[in-house]
């Protein structure tokens, strides 16, 4: 009998443990969480109201350096020529969140030109852009709906 109660006593201690434990995770940061960037950019593009394009990994790679050595990323930009809306989203680790943030500085750059003399109204919404780190990824946004995005971006 003592034993019985020995072992029903364990299995209590055990799923008193199991059940504590599970609320246990590692600070934010260093797990981060899993999108579907793809779905997420479709996602911003819906609350912009604009139609959009995926850019081609050799394109991204040939007008905004991007490539393999930057992780894993996306890029849309607007449909149509006169509208500068567009978003990359780009999965970093810990070695090149660094290096992720200057590469998107550097497609800001890219942009800033472009839309200087072409679009001086759409000049202005690149000039308003974001960058977000919401570890493991970097956000950069160009955008009349800048704080419904931000929004989207907080709630993952």
Same mark, same amino acid.
């Given at each position: 009998?003592v !034993?019985m109660?020995n072992?029903?006593l %364990?299995a209590?201690?055990?799923?008193?443990?199991?059940?504590? *434990?599970s609320?246990?995770? @590692?600070?934010?940061?260093?797990?981060?969480?899993?999108?579907?960037?793809?779905?997420? %950019?479709?996602?911003?593009?819906a609350?912009?109201?604009?139609?959009?394009?995926?850019?081609?990994?050799?394109?991204?790679?040939?007008?905004?350096g *991007?490539?393999?050595? /930057?992780? =894993?990323?996306v890029?849309?930009?607007?449909? %149509?020529?006169?509208?500068?809306d567009?978003?990359?989203?780009i999965?970093?680790t810990?070695?090149?969140v660094?290096?992720?943030?200057? %590469?998107?500085e550097?497609i800001? @750059?890219?942009?800033?030109a472009?839309?200087?003399?072409? *679009?001086?109204?759409? /000049?202005? @919404?690149?000039?308003? /852009?974001?960058?977000?780190?919401?570890?493991p990824y970097l956000?950069y946004?160009?955008?009349?709906?800048?704080?419904?995005?931000? !929004?989207?971006? =907080?709630?993952?």
């Amino acid at each position: 009998m003592v !034993n019985m109660a020995n072992r029903v006593l %364990a299995a209590a201690v055990v799923l008193v443990l199991v059940i504590a *434990l599970s609320g246990c995770k @590692k600070p934010e940061e260093e797990t981060g969480f899993t999108i579907d960037m793809y779905q997420v %950019a479709e996602e911003f593009f819906a609350e912009m109201g604009s139609s959009h394009v995926r850019v081609a990994d050799g394109i991204a790679a040939e007008i905004y350096g *991007l490539d393999g050595e /930057y992780g =894993e990323f996306v890029i849309y930009q607007a449909g %149509a020529e006169t509208n500068a809306d567009m978003v990359v989203i780009i999965k970093t680790t810990g070695d090149n969140v660094f290096l992720n943030r200057e %590469a998107l500085e550097a497609i800001q @750059k890219i942009n800033l030109a472009k839309w200087e003399t072409y *679009l001086p109204l759409e /000049y202005a @919404k690149v000039e308003n /852009y974001m960058i977000i780190n919401k570890y493991p990824y970097l956000f950069y946004v160009i955008s009349d709906v800048q704080d419904e995005i931000r !929004n989207i971006i =907080e709630n993952y």
